[in-house]
């Protein structure tokens, strides 16, 4: 488990990162959780949310609407009596147990997902539906709840993503950004790459100093504006 700390002593802690990254964000006894992960890793996101003390969570945010965040949502929100937020526009989905609707941001990707016709993974991939709490919509101020932060919508990997902002210094992004690769940041699958380019910029634009993913390692803030950088150079921008 990794943790951060913020200069207000908020910590943030890595508490799974196999199939999805999960994060528990702490701040004075309250707990917020950052998506969820798959079916299969369940037993280890409740022994990490046990051990940690946590009977009870005041947020659960999802990122966004796919499996690989939404499989232990419903679980979770009943388990830790966590309300969840997601993005109004993917509200529906969650309450259906459906997946957002995704494209290659890259060639490889293009390829694969038109071999498989993966757009229509949610047909292949329905999760538990569960309700949705609290719809975001822009920004989703969180100070009510007891933290220093907030929710922001970060379209492109899917339109209605969003990411969460703590204290203006490290952010959680979801699919927004990738984390596999060797200093990338372009995450393969994506609604719009282009409309993810610019969350790049608005991510940017929250002074944020770290930016944590939901696959693979966390990106500096070097690493992004460098991203920023060379697809403004790129002309065409990459197409979708
Ligand atoms: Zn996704």
Known sequence: MITWTTKNGVEISRILSRRCNCYVVRHRGRFLLVDTSRRMERENLTQALDSLGITRLSLLVLTHCHFDHTENAAFVRQRFKASIAVHTSEAPLLEAGENAAICGTVW???LLIRAVTARHIHRFFRYRQTGADIRVQGRFDLGALGFPGYLLHTPGHTGGSVSLIVDNEIAM???AMFG???NGVLTPFGADAGQMVRTWKTLLDTDCRLFLPAHGKARTRDMVE????????ASPLIGH
């Open 226 to 233: 460098q991203a920023w950088r060379r697809r403004q150079d």
């Open 180 to 182: 596999v690769f060797k």
């Open 173 to 175: 992004v979801g699919d």
């Open 108 to 110: 490889p990707t293009r």
